[in-house]
């Protein structure tokens, strides 16, 4: 019971920081680092969403970036088509990606192992490619939204308010992993993980349980891409490329994976690396590599799982 | 004229089939054998191409380059083997994936530290450059044709090694049963060391060899990671024949595609829209096929080991 | 005559040119515990699979409770009552005893996709789920993670699955396999008495335990059934005795 407890301390702690820090900056004018914290929510709640299918489930997806895209795509397009109501948008952006996990994940869910990293990393790449060749929506070059969305009683043009609205979000998420985390869904979920064969056994299918988590998992990393076009008031394909889906894993890993903060701890202190040894070098990738190496190599349950110990199952 | 150029497209796509398959072996032998899944493997493209471009430019001539560039990716890889790889072998294969994750990042950055974010360049070869006369009236690339040879040589040169002689006897007794070769007194771990460097060299190979027809820079070797991967799931992990036959569809599929599809679409929505709807979908067309083809077969075409 | 529980009629499954089941026929009757026992390599691992759905048998009926199940999956046979053990332990290893057993009975209930309520304060999980535990001896040992139990308890706690999922037959492959004389005789008292709740069939090595426990005896060599008949009448059978101590009896 001492190890739940600490684990509930320093998710609190982290909660805590999170939401202090950006209203520190408002009270010191300083709006810089409300906008560093916002971007950490979103990437942790896009990390939160990959968690429920890696951290959970163990299905090593290398493609998660396409949900990202997709969520930003959605909020791109929309804002300049359609609506640029958050409460138009975000429905959209969640059943859009619901929609390409359930049809990438029926696929690549009948493989196993490396075969599915390899085809969730190549259905990724496919719609980064067709992004990149779609001139009407910018293309190579991206998609510019000409103005914060809206919010109904909300000035999201302000940081700190925009800010907010991500950090709920977040909560909501991180609310919505535990309960689902400790359910019956949950269990089938992780018993998947650990032992495919042994469930199958008590009687209930893997398949249905996988697609199910990666859907749910799809959904809300395609909700904080759009969250990210946001705050950048930009979408750029980037955020379909190999190179997010590495760095939503590294955030899953690096806090702590199937922790419930662990992507709240990894965005952070993913954020950190960037702008700290970002300042010193424009190689500073090069570091993150050797840390995410050590981290592989040496130290396996991420910061939560240093600072926490190892996770108790009941 | 379109048969001369429809020759030509279906050979490009040979050449891009072989640099693939020159990728794709290495990536399946190091899975096959010792059971790691390695992302690295675009890096090890890379360095291929940049030490043959340095070596090149440093003694102007292209084949101390290509030297250069095989002693220098089997190097890198013996070295990846020995400090990182090792290590991984019992390892699940998040941790492979991010382990090798963060030797891309090591890689490109450090690359980009040697050299700089400009992209180097790589000439062909003066005994090499010019065109050849094909039927049909078309001319060809003597390089590219050099490629597709040198590819096909690769196949032979691989397949012997595996069917005929000791080492490729062991590569075939390490793919089926690992600690059992072990307990019958292989010396494993320079079994792995020498595979791994042989794949090193061969994605180095292919690094250079395309170095001289595309520019020479960091994160040249992603791309060409990926579709390696595609290659591998649609033809096997494990194959070698799948990786060729893979390989081979692959290069085939995109390079006809991309030509075929914008031209079958501008006669029904005219040049400009057909060009840009055709490029689009022939951007996605070879992973259509590889969904279509695991919706049949989940262990691709060629199911080798377990 | 009781009532035919499992009926499997010209089973056959070759993988190559090696015929793992060869024209197997047997039958597993109510309120019996029917053995499978031969030497080594005889097939009886991959007879149970074939049973348990997780090898496609090549040609051949097997029917339970009157109905036939070659088509189907592993989870449904599960959820008909087909209850199984694994020869080597196959458990959720971070999960506890308790949570092991939990699953079995959560997939009883019906459908697994529920996401609200918490299952560990969940009483018509956690209730059933430790009188199953109480059953096999384990409920000391609920909240102990099933990677950190001993080999026996993970016996038993095989049983215990097997048991939640309120079973019509049990497919136990070798559950004496690593045991010492004091768990071995304490798991035979318990499938003893399991027999009672649903017949058994039984692939076993521990003849001591096949004696001990078989009303039938069934005996597989390269994947034929060469003999099949009471305990006494399989020990005075020649072929048998030839199958396992060679020509010179």
Redesign the interface.
């Known amino acids: 019971m001492k190890r739940m407890r600490g684990e509930t301390l320093i998710n609190l702690l982290l909660a805590g920081m999170l939401l202090l820090v950006p209203l520190a900056a408002w009270a010191l004018e300083e709006p810089f680092y409300i906008t560093l914290a916002t971007r950490v929510a979103i990437l942790a709640l896009a990390a939160v969403g990959l968690n429920l299918a890696l951290g959970l489930g163990g299905l090593v997806s290398f493609g998660h970036a396409a949900f990202f895209g997709i969520g930003g795509y959605a909020a791109g397009i929309l804002a300049t088509h359609g609506s640029d109501q958050m409460l138009v948008i975000w429905p959209v952006a969640v059943v859009l990606s619901g929609f390409v996990a359930l049809v990438t994940g029926a696929i690549s869910l009948r493989t196993s192992g490396v075969y599915f990293i390899m085809i969730t990393l190549a259905f990724a790449q496919m719609i980064y490619y067709f992004a990149i060749s779609w001139p009407a929506y910018g293309g190579e070059d991206g998609l510019s939204l000409s103005l914060r969305n809206a919010f109904p009683g909300i000035g999201t043009a302000l940081p700190l308010n925009f800010f907010l609205i991500c950090y709920a979000l977040l909560i909501a998420a991180l609310y919505l992993f535990a309960r689902i985390r400790d359910s019956r869904f949950g269990a089938a979920l992780q018993a998947a993980r650990q032992n495919e064969v042994r469930l199958a056994a008590v009687g209930i299918a893997p398949f249905p349980i996988r697609l199910v988590a990666f859907v749910l998992s799809g959904m809300m990393t395609g909700l904080a891409g759009s969250l990210f076009a946001d705050l950048n008031r930009f979408v750029s394909p980037s955020m379909l490329s190999w190179q997010m889906s590495g760095e939503l894993i590294v955030l899953v890993i690096l806090g702590g994976t199937g922790r419930l903060f662990g992507p709240v701890a990894g965005a952070m202190l993913f954020v950190l690396f960037e702008s700290i040894l970002g300042g010193f070098t424009e190689h500073w990738q090069l570091l993150l590599g050797l840390i995410l190496l050590g981290v592989v190599l040496f130290a396996r349950g991420g910061l939560v799982g240093l600072l926490a110990g190892k996770a108790r199952h009941g | 004229m379109q048969t001369a150029l429809l020759i030509e497209q279906i050979l490009n796509g040979l050449q891009f089939g072989v640099m693939l398959f020159l990728m794709a072996a290495g990536l399946t032998l190091i899975f096959g054998v010792m059971g790691v899944i390695n992302l690295a493997h675009g890096s090890l493209y890379m360095l291929g191409a940049f030490a043959c471009a340095a070596v090149a430019a440093a003694t102007g001539s292209f084949w101390l380059g290509l030297v250069a560039s095989l002693a220098a990716a089997a190097a890198a890889g013996a070295i990846v083997e020995l400090l990182v790889i090792r290590r991984l072998y019992d390892r699940d294969h998040l941790d492979q994936v991010l382990a090798t994750f963060a030797l891309i990042l090591i890689f490109s950055e450090g690359t980009r530290w040697l050299f700089g974010s400009f992209p180097l360049y790589l000439d062909i070869p003066p005994l090499l450059s010019g065109a050849v006369d094909l039927p049909g009236g078309a001319r060809y690339q003597l390089y590219r044709l050099a490629i597709i040879v040198v590819g096909i040589a690769v196949a032979i040169g691989l397949y012997l090694l595996i069917a005929k002689t000791r080492l490729g006897m062991r590569i075939r007794a390490g793919e089926s049963d690992r600690e059992m070769i072990a307990a019958l007194g292989v010396d494993i771990r320079t079994l792995y060391t020498i595979v791994f460097a042989l794949g090193a060299a061969l994605a180095g190979l292919a690094g250079a060899m395309v170095g001289a027809l595309q520019s020479v820079q960091v994160g040249m070797g992603e791309p060409v990671l990926i579709l390696a991967f595609v290659v591998i799931v649609i033809g096997g992990i494990g194959s070698i024949k799948g990786a060729l036959v893979g390989a081979a569809l692959v290069g085939l599929v995109d390079t006809l595609g991309r030509f075929l599809l914008p031209l079958s679409f501008s006669f029904f929505l005219g040049p400009s829209q057909g060009a840009t709807v055709g490029a689009a979908l022939a951007s996605m067309l070879i992973y259509v096929v590889m969904a279509l083809i695991l919706a049949f077969r989940p262990r691709g075409l060629f199911q080798a080991s377990t | 005559m009781a009532e035919t529980i499992l009926a499997i009629r010209n089973l056959r499954k070759s993988f190559g040119a090696l015929k793992a089941t060869d024209d197997v026929s047997l039958e597993l009757r109510a309120g019996e515990i029917h053995a499978l026992i031969g030497p080594n390599g005889a097939g009886k691992t991959t007879l149970i699979h074939q049973i348990?759905g997780?090898v496609k048998q090549d040609s051949g009926t097997i029917a339970f409770l009157g109905r036939d199940i070659g088509g189907l999956?592993?989870?449904?046979r599960?959820?008909l009552g087909l209850g199984?053990s694994?020869q080597v332990s196959?458990?959720?290893?971070?999960?506890?005893a308790?949570?092991?057993v939990?699953?079995?009975v959560?997939?009883?209930q019906g459908s697994?996709?529920?996401?609200?309520?918490?299952?560990?304060s969940d009483p018509t999980?956690t209730e059933p789920a430790l009188k199953m535990l109480e059953q096999v001896g384990l409920a000391g040992r609920a909240?102990v993670?099933a990677a950190e139990l001993s080999h026996g308890e993970r016996r038993r706690l095989e049983i215990a699955?097997t048991l939640?999922?309120c079973p019509k037959a049990f497919l136990f492959d070798e559950p004496m396999a690593g045991l010492g004389p004091e768990g071995s005789k304490s798991l035979i008292g318990l499938l003893s008495e399991l027999r009672r709740e649903a017949p058994i069939l039984l692939v076993e090595h521990d003849m001591d335990a096949v004696f001990a426990l078989a009303d039938r005896v069934s005996v597989l060599v390269y994947g034929r059934v060469i003999a099949s008949g009471s305990v006494s009448e399989i020990r005075s059978n020649t072929e048998v005795r030839r199958a396992y101590f060679g020509e010179h009896v």
């Open positions: 348990a997780a999956g592993v989870a449904e599960a959820r199984r694994f196959s458990l959720a290893p971070e999960f506890s308790l949570r092991n939990m699953l079995a959560q997939s009883q697994s996709l529920r996401v609200f309520r918490r299952v560990m999980l909240h993670a699955i939640a999922l």
